[in-house]
């Protein structure tokens, strides 16, 4: 099994930046994808960002040019960088680990359990 530890949410004021970070442990194969996924309240889960196992990301729309995804191989860590946040990006955000190269829809995964993001003045 997996396990995932995300952290790095809170309370940021709109214009303003969060990191957040996502530390996998277990039964980590070598090759791997991450992402990360958010659900706000009374909404669906929705992908944010991913990231394959050979570097090359993927952005939503309402996301690009104000997050950035990276990871640290050697550390199997996860981040998420939040920039000019704005209260719409309110949410839980959710790390995800897919088996494989690619984070399909129906890959092999495992979740975090969620860290919550607040934009409000």
């Known amino acids: 099994q997996v396990q995932l530890v995300e952290s790095g949410g809170g309370l940021v004021q709109p214009g303003g930046s969060l990191r957040l970070s996502c530390a996998a442990s277990?039964?980590?194969?070598?090759?791997?994808?991450m992402g990360w996924y958010r659900q706000a309240p009374g909404k669906q889960r929705e992908l944010v960002a991913t990231?394959?196992?050979?570097?090359?990301?993927n952005y939503a729309g309402s996301v690009k040019g104000r997050f950035t995804i990276s990871r640290d191989y050697a550390k199997n860590t996860l981040y998420l960088q939040m920039n000019s946040l704005k209260p719409e990006d309110t949410a839980v955000y959710y790390c995800?680990?897919?088996?494989?190269?690619?984070?399909?829809?129906?890959?092999?995964?495992?979740w975090g359990q969620g860290t919550l993001v607040t934009v409000s003045s």
């Open positions: 995800r680990w897919c088996e494989g190269s690619v984070c399909y829809v129906n890959a092999v995964d495992a």
């Open positions: 277990g039964s980590i194969f070598s090759i791997y994808a």
């Open positions: 990231i394959d196992y050979s570097g090359s990301t």
